[in-house]
T-cell receptor, first 114, second 111 residues
Framework: NAGVMQNPRHLVRRRGQEARLRCSPM?????VYWYRQLPEEGLKFMVY????????ESGMPKERFSAEFPKEGPSILRIQQVVRGDSAAYFC????????????FGPGTRLLVL | GQNIDQPTEMTATEGAIVQINCTYQ??????LFWYQQHAGEAPTFLSY????GLEEKGRFSSFLSRSKGYSYLLLKELQMKDSASYLC????????????FGQGTELSVKP
């Protein structure tokens, strides 16, 4: 039973380019969460999605960041016009339901903006 | 507001016991998670407490006091491989279940 999958594991972008991060939840999980971990900092919640719905995006920056979880396929976190401050590890987690369900984390995508 | 506090770093000796404390202040609290994270890797689930008291799982135990906004993770018979960052996270159920993380406690186990 595969765990949470994320790709790419490492991504290098130049300032102004777009970054697309993908997350496939564990089998049977329909809830996806994205977190960002800046160097030397804790994990910060970004967005919570169910299939075709954004439930909570209170942690998403207002501009340049968007997320989706389509009916088919992985969840996508998209960062437009990346800046150096976007360099971080982006983790996806999934759970079978909401509320008091354990969230299982993927290996993360390490984004480096040059 | 939402705030999770835990010590930044701790050092302990192989074979010893260490207790990592966490205090939290969140709205919509629905439980406390502990994760272990080795450098460059994903956080892995260790424990979840929603009721007051102690949960024991092998060498690891976790305690919760909801009235005090306090939790701790207890690691017994420390091994070198336990050197990692330990993340305390409160489950905020106000909007479906996001985790509010502390900064993590970097534990170094020395021989």
């Amino acid at each position: 039973n595969a765990g949470v999958m994320q790709n790419p594991r490492h991504l290098v972008r130049r300032r102004g380019q777009e970054a697309r991060l993908r997350c496939s939840p564990m089998k049977g999980h329909s809830h996806v969460y994205w977190y960002r971990q800046l160097p030397e900092e804790g994990l910060k919640f970004m967005v919570y999605l169910q299939k075709e719905n954004i439930i909570d995006e209170s942690g998403m920056p207002k501009e340049r960041f968007s997320a989706e979880f389509p009916k088919e396929g992985p969840s996508i976190l998209r960062i437009q016009q990346v800046v150096r401050g976007d360099s971080a590890a982006y983790f996806c987690a999934s759970s079978p339901g909401s509320g008091a369900e354990t969230q299982y984390f993927g290996p993360g995508t390490r984004l480096l903006v040059l | 507001g939402q705030n999770i506090d835990q010590p930044t770093e701790m050092t302990a000796t192989e074979g010893a016991i260490v207790q990592i404390n966490c205090t939290y202040q969140t709205s919509g609290f629905n439980g406390l998670f502990w994760y272990q994270q080795h450098a460059g890797e994903a956080p892995t689930f260790l424990s979840y407490n929603v009721l007051d008291g102690l949960e024991e799982k092998g060498r690891f135990s976790s305690f919760l006091s909801r009235s005090k906004g306090y939790s701790y993770l207890l690691l017994k018979e420390l091994q070198m491989k336990d050197s990692a960052s330990y993340l305390c996270a409160a489950l905020d159920y106000n909007q479906g279940g996001k985790l509010i993380f502390g900064q993590g406690t970097e534990l170094s186990v020395k021989p």
